[in-house]
């Protein structure tokens, strides 16, 4: 793929700054893809002797956490997981290196589109995959998972098998020529290899955790297995498996230690029955039972699919979504935004009974807080009140909850949130806009694009949601991309909305 010619003012060649380590010189910046919870990512173009080009993606560790061990280990163990794997369904590692307190992972482009959002392109259009295209996907996703679950320690030989933690549609990654990669092993767990974080740390994204993850318990092989043939049960179902649930959406651990979704058989009685006996077996809530591994279920999916009709069926899919606004938010390795990391409290995890919040199967998930819906109800009625006097009503300004105080000694837990879920990736020419990502350039190419939200000792032991998601208990602190966030503390508290500016640091009280 020969690297596009952008021009120097939106995106400068990186060759150009003396004050870049040596190596990254060898790339010049296109675009940034994406600021997600602890890394920059960007689109970037290889260039050696002769001429040679390479579009690549650039995955740097944010300046915040370049010096926090817990997240550099991340970092370290996801450059390991890639290293041991080699397999066309997965993401290729091109290079890992660091200079100057930068980790960077070069990673191979895809082109295409995150299964998430194919999905929900097809939701909208009132669709979704057929069942060739989805056996299709689902076989290049186990496909991977049964490669790094025999992955081998490529020095030693031995073995040492990839637990990837966190399979969910935006991890699997669709390009236009139809070749389903998996991507993120950033959560990573990489058999022989020291700091893993501690047990009964949840570590995954809300709907995609098995329930011994949920649990906070040890997890093996098999989490992926049950994740995977989650995926798969809703790709044939044509629906969500587990919806948040109102007033209970902060409760991870809760929403799947005890899942609750009816059989794949009981909704699709018309599929081949080893084909939903896999399905069956692979969603056993006791890891124990589940003795079915990544390579079975890949094999059960090559014998019930034509997988030649599936791609072409998929492709076909594809060219019809496709758009010059979905070509402008490619997918380049990562579209990671719902991934958490969420202390699960001892009893929490010991908890074996099922829990109280309700698993919703269908429906639209109301509006978060009291808060919101007020503001709702008061621009309506103000809207009314200017139509009843014959005037063209005025714009209200959001709620403001007063000036960023000044920032404050940081508390030992740090956690980092992503941005509001489901939001687009920056087009590679955004019109101007408030917190809108500009290409990158050799001044601001790595100026945080981030903040950090606050909650300080004297509400330690309320549990924090931020963007409607569960991250920890107070005090600590918390990395979110710049803008606005909606932020809780304790489950009967408020819902602020907080405007965090980049590179400084919002105190919560």
Known sequence: ?????????????????????????????????????????????????????????????????????????????????????????????????????????????????????????????????????????????????????????????????????????????????????????????????????????????????????????????????????????????????????????????????????????????????????????????NPDGRGLTADDVSNVLRAVADLDEGRRSLIETLAALRSPAAEEQPIGTTSHTQAVITPVTSSAADRKVPSHRPVSLSGHVPAQGIGAALWVVAGLLALALGLVLGLRPRPHAPPSFGAPPAPVAAPANTVSVPGPAGSPLPSPNPPPAVNAVSPASPTDLHESTSGTITVPSSRAGHRVWIDDRLVGEAPGRYGVSCGTHSIRVGSQGDVQRVNVACDSEMLVR
């Open 1 to 285: 793929m020969v690297c596009p010619m952008v021009p120097p003012a939106d995106a400068p060649t990186v060759a150009r700054s003396g004050d870049l380590p040596s190596r990254l010189r060898a790339y010049r910046v296109l675009r940034r893809l994406a600021t997600g919870g602890t890394s920059d990512i960007l689109l970037a173009c290889a260039e050696g002797p002769g001429g040679f080009e390479r579009v690549v993606v650039l995955k740097i560790l944010l300046r915040q956490f370049r010096h926090d061990g817990r997240f550099e280990q991340m970092f370290l163990r996801e450059a390991a997981a890639y290293a041991r794997l080699s397999h066309p369904a997965t993401v290729r590692l091109y290079d890992f290196f660091g200079e100057r307190d930068r980790l960077v992972l070069v990673l191979e482009y895809v082109d295409g589109l995150p299964l998430s959002r194919v999905q929900a392109l097809l939701r909208g259009a009132g669709g979704r995959l057929d069942d060739a295209a989805s056996l299709f996907v689902a076989w290049r996703l186990f496909s991977a998972l049964a490669a790094a679950h025999a992955a081998k320690d490529p020095l030693t030989g031995e073995f040492g098998p990839v637990i990837h933690r966190d399979v969910n549609p935006s991890n699997v990654l669709v390009p236009w020529d139809g070749h389903v990669k998996l991507v993120d092993f950033g959560m990573a767990k990489v058999s022989g290899l020291d700091g893993d974080a501690p047990r009964g740390l949840l570590k995954g994204t809300y709907g995609y955790v098995a329930p011994e993850q949920a649990r906070g318990e040890e997890v093996t092989v098999r989490a992926d297995v049950y994740v995977g043939c989650l995926l798969l049960w809703e790709l044939l179902a044509g629906r969500k498996a587990i919806v948040r649930a109102a007033r209970f959406e902060g409760d991870i651990d809760l929403g799947t230690s005890t899942p609750s979704f009816p059989a794949l058989a009981t909704l699709r009685p018309d599929l081949p029955r080893v084909l939903l006996d896999a399905v069956a077996c692979g969603l056993g809530t």
